[in-house]
């Protein structure tokens, strides 16, 4: 079982730049895929940016295409998530998640393929 801690949230102005992390503890062979999700209250959870931890193949959600910057550190069993240009709207509970490949090219947003979640770390962007 692969345990997930993020960190680096916090509140900013927009425009402001915040950089989280996912250090992963255990290991998994099959937990290629890591991505990042976000939600706030009353909406559904939903995908950011994701990333195979081999081949580095990222996606990323139409809102933040620009903007976000979803990067990995094999050696430290971590990702990163570099959000630029934030805005009110970015402001959420970002929870870093892994899970299998399932194939199609890049790591989907389809919550039921992650296997293992963290805590989450909220983000808070104000105008």
């Known amino acids: 079982q692969v345990q997930l801690v993020e960190s680096g949230g916090g509140s900013v102005q927009a425009g402001g730049s915040l950089r989280l992390s996912c250090e992963a503890s255990?290991?998994?062979?099959?937990?290629?895929?890591r991505g990042w999700f976000r939600q706030t209250p009353g909406k559904k959870r939903e995908g950011v940016a994701s990333?195979?931890?081999?081949?580095?193949?990222?996606h990323y959600a139409d809102s933040v295409k620009g903007r976000f910057v979803i990067s990995k550190d094999n050696a430290e069993n971590a990702i990163y998530l570099q959000m630029n240009s934030l805005k009110p709207e970015d402001t959420a509970m970002y929870y870093c998640a892994t899970g299998p490949f399932y194939g199609g090219g890049y790591c989907s947003f389809v919550e039921s393929d992650f296997a293992s979640w963290g805590e989450g770390t909220q983000v808070t962007v104000s105008s």
């Open positions: 990333i195979h931890t081999l081949s580095g193949a990222t």
């Open positions: 255990g290991y998994s062979a099959s937990a290629r895929c």
